[in-house]
């Protein structure tokens, strides 16, 4: 989920109160956030209970962030006009306003780790397509990207979705509470999901994938806001830059670069 960092300061009592906390109790206090956020009754909802709530909400809950109102919100707001040949940082200062700051966390802590740049750029990328749709997000942003960068980028960020809902404990993946929270704690993946998963775990490439959610989890930090110049290097090396512009180059996917570019066109 994403995290509106004013409000949890906020909610802690201000700016100072949470710079004295030491991490753990930062992160303690965060989860807390969460979970008071996802679940204002206080309880750990069912299935049943989650679908229950669709109709007592204006839009659906797979809905990109770009065609809702933020958190707070009444309305959405005007967005800034695009360059006529926008490149990828274009959409990361434009467009990637919700997602953004996670992405950029998860690849920070991925190059902290020390992983391939492939990887590096997968987590930079993973969950970017959420301004566009969030259902099924890691097949959409897997196409998005797929003609501009390495195979195994694209493999990544296709399957960390399916993989999120898999323990890998070994590899420093437990099951994540706040799931229970987002899907319900009698949540069962799809059998997609599940033949996805059998599939990855077999995968030569199994471990590009299980970085993503590795990198994912633990990468909200509020002391961390790290800028798209880190990785400008990452992208000028592994991203394939269209001469058009990304949305203009007649590929495939150029519609649904412009269906961010332009998410107020009525048709
Ligand atoms: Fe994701
Ligand atoms: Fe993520």
Known sequence: ???????????QGGASVVNRMNPEAKADALE??????????????RVADIEARIETRPFRRGVGHLFVAEEGDTNVRRL?????????????????????????????????????????LACLLHDVAQELIKVD?????????????????????????????????????PYPTVYSYVFGEDYQPEPYIEET????????????ARQVTINDLYS????VNPSLDQFTDVIGRHFTQPAEGLGYDNSPVAHMWRSIIKPDAPL
Do not use: C
């Not at 960092?5 to 906020?10: D, P």
């Not at 306003?97 to 590096?120: C, D, F, P, R, Y």
């Open 1 to 11: 989920m994403q995290i509106d960092r004013e409000a949890f300061i906020a909610s």
């Open 32 to 45: 807390d956030y969460m979970m008071r956020q996802l679940t204002p009754e206080g309880k750990i909802p």
């Open 80 to 120: 800034a006009p695009m360059p006529v040949k926008p490149t990828l940082a274009d959409f990361f200062r434009l467009r990637f306003l919700s997602t953004g700051n996670h992405v950029l966390q998860s690849a920070n802590l991925a190059m902290k780790n020390g992983l391939a740049e492939e990887i590096i």
């Open 137 to 173: 997000h890691g097949w959409w942003a897997a196409q998005l990207f797929e003609p501009y960068v390495p195979e195994q980028t694209a493999f990544a960020i296709r399957y960390h979705q399916a993989l999120r809902f898999y323990a890998d404990e070994a590899n420093g993946y």
């Open 197 to 208: 998963y059998k599939m990855v775990r077999q995968h030569q490439w199994y471990f590009a």
């Open 220 to 223: 909200f930090d509020l002391d």
